[in-house]
């Protein structure tokens, strides 16, 4: 459908997000091995741990806080009338209420040098019940409504709010962090949607800088 608002979004435009879901799950992976390893390694693994830890929890939260802030409220002006769509957005609501403050128990687990292996692990195992739960549900139920009800145009201006509302620091870690392992077909997915001279930037500045710093392991 083309209207004065652009075209209804594509599949195509819904790949950045189901990207950036894939990068959650990459490091949902990996925090199950922090989960097995807390309290053994030395402490430059343990600093290579919160690095690539809060990367992930900052990204998570930042994502979260775009759907709540921009995504959500423009759907539900659409979806006025359709109940089941915006019982869909109280959902997402809900379950990012609930990974917020599982968040922020690890974040604490990890300050505090007194938490034992057990502890960091259920918290974990907490975390990521809640995540992989919700990252399926948005894509089942709450992509279709995207896709459904937002036009390329409308999309263009809450990702440009989105990126306004980043620091220059998170922008310039928000390209490699997504893109962190990812298969090649989607690198260049990723990198299509930069204009030109930040995949400069990206390339030779950015991403080399990302490299280098220790993570995870
Ligand atoms: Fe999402």
């Not at 915006?86 to 007194?114: K, N, Q, R, T």
């Not at 992989?132 to 390329?152: Q, R, S």
């Given at each position: 459908?083309?209207?004065?608002?652009?075209?209804?979004?594509?599949?195509?435009?819904?790949?950045?997000?189901?990207?950036?879901?894939?990068?959650?799950r990459?490091?949902?992976?990996?925090?199950?091995?922090?989960?097995?390893?807390?309290?053994?390694?030395d402490?430059?693994?343990?600093?290579?741990?919160?690095?690539?830890?809060?990367?992930?929890?900052?990204?998570?939260?930042?994502?979260?806080?775009?759907?709540?802030?921009?995504?959500?409220?423009?759907?539900?002006?659409?979806?006025?009338d359709?109940?089941?769509?915006?019982?869909?957005?109280?959902?997402?609501?809900?379950?990012?209420?609930?990974i917020?403050?599982?968040?922020?128990?690890?974040?604490?687990?990890?300050?505090?040098p007194?938490?034992?292996?057990?502890?960091?692990?259920?918290?974990?195992?907490?975390?990521?019940?809640?995540l992989?739960?919700?990252?399926?549900?948005?894509?089942?139920?709450?992509?279709?409504?995207?896709?459904?009800?937002?036009?390329?145009?409308?999309?263009?201006?809450?990702?440009r709010?989105?990126?306004?509302?980043?620091s220059?620091?998170?922008?310039?870690?928000?390209?490699?962090?997504?893109?962190?392992?990812?298969?090649?077909?989607?690198?260049?997915?990723?990198?299509?949607?930069?204009?030109?001279?930040?995949r400069?930037?990206?390339?030779?500045?950015?991403?080399?800088r990302?490299?280098?710093?220790?993570?995870?392991?």
């Amino acid at each position: 459908m083309t209207t004065v608002e652009g075209s209804l979004l594509t599949e195509d435009d819904m790949e950045i997000m189901r990207i950036l879901h894939n990068a959650f799950r990459r490091d949902a992976a990996r925090l199950v091995t922090v989960a097995e390893r807390f309290g053994t390694v030395d402490a430059e693994t343990h600093d290579a741990v919160l690095l690539g830890w809060h990367g992930f929890s900052s990204g998570l939260h930042h994502h979260h806080t775009i759907e709540d802030d921009h995504i959500w409220p423009h759907l539900r002006d659409k979806l006025a009338d359709r109940p089941d769509d915006l019982a869909v957005l109280d959902d997402m609501e809900s379950e990012h209420s609930l990974i917020d403050p599982a968040l922020a128990a690890i974040e604490a687990a990890f300050d505090d040098p007194e938490t034992g292996r057990d502890e960091v692990a259920e918290r974990i195992d907490g975390l990521l019940t809640l995540l992989a739960g919700h990252l399926a549900h948005e894509e089942k139920d709450a992509f279709p409504l995207m896709k459904g009800w937002l036009t390329t145009r409308e999309w263009a201006v809450i990702n440009r709010t989105a990126m306004k509302e980043l620091s220059f620091s998170e922008i310039a870690e928000l390209g490699p962090y997504i893109l962190d392992s990812a298969p090649p077909p989607d690198v260049r997915r990723v990198l299509a949607e930069f204009p030109a001279p930040l995949r400069l930037v990206h390339r030779f500045w950015w991403n080399p800088r990302y490299q280098r710093a220790r993570r995870w392991e």
